[in-house]
């Protein structure tokens, strides 16, 4: 832990934090890229768009069911809670994650701006009903709303518009803080990687926790190679 990374931390007067499948990797949900990833097995073109729900809504659908029944057995790593203890002492903290695992409020974050929507969320593909469906395993799949159409996950797929308030929030966050934390995020994914540098226009320093570099790690003035469930802690302590 280098002795700079806290000093930017304890001098900081806004902090906001972007999360990727990353954090959650410790506490034993597989990431979408790398040596382990989810991807590794299944293209996202087959599994995370429209087309594919269209196309095959059934293996869509035991695909999240798989994920879900992971996610609903695993429990928030030191990543998660260091996260939000930060929270409890920084009055202008903001959390924005492009994950759906939920990981972040089980561990107390309070405020989370879910670019990607929940996996723990259903929405009818016809009239538009929402709820949270914690059911694992889901009962029926593909599981269909009360006027009979598809039901689809809550999540963002690739193609497809972020939800624009958390949106809003998130760009309000990266413009306005004076620290931004990257944790566990490949940064290849788009809007959300645009960010790192709109908080670097903003003047704010940059911090990167991850395994490895990625594509924004010149952007970030501190790189923090590591394991987000261990550098957190230490960084926060
Ligand atoms: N600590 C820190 N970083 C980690 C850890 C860890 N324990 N384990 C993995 N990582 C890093 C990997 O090195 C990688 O850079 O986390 C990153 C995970 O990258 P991805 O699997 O691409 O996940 P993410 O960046 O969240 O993907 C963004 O893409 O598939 C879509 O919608 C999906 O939200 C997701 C988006």
Not at 141 to 154: K, Q
Not at 177 to 198: M, R
Not at 219 to 224: K, M, N, Q, R, S
Request: contains cysteine; charged residues 20%; aromatic residues 6%.
């Amino acid at each position: 832990m280098t002795p700079q990374a806290k000093q930017w931390l304890s001098e900081a007067r806004r902090i906001a934090v972007l999360t990727g499948s990353g954090i959650s990797a410790e506490s034993g949900v597989p990431t979408f890229r790398g040596q382990d990833g989810l991807w590794r097995t299944h293209r996202p073109e087959d599994l995370a768009t429209p087309e594919a729900f269209a196309r095959d809504p059934k293996l869509v659908w035991e695909w999240y069911d798989w994920r879900r029944s992971i996610i609903s057995k695993v429990e928030p790593n030191p990543g998660h809670f260091a996260l939000a203890s930060l929270e409890d002492r920084s009055p202008d903290f903001q959390l924005v994650t492009q994950n759906v695992d939920g990981l972040h409020e089980r561990a107390g974050s309070r405020r989370v701006h879910h670019l990607h929507g929940s996996i723990w969320r259903v929405r009818c593909t016809e009239c538009g009903a929402e709820n949270n469906d914690g059911r694992v395993p889901m009962p029926v799949i593909p599981p269909r709303c009360g006027c009979g159409a598809l039901v689809r996950p809550g999540v963002v797929w690739f193609g497809e518009p972020l939800p624009g308030k958390a949106w809003m929030e998130a760009e309000r966050a990266a413009a306005a803080c004076d620290l931004l934390i990257v944790a566990g995020t490949s940064a290849q994914v788009y809007p959300a990687a645009s960010l790192v540098p709109l908080a670097a226009r903003g003047g704010a320093r940059i911090i990167e926790i991850n395994l490895e570099e990625t594509p924004l790690s010149g952007v970030a003035g501190l790189a923090l190679r590591g394991k987000a469930g261990e550098i957190l802690p230490q960084l926060i302590s």
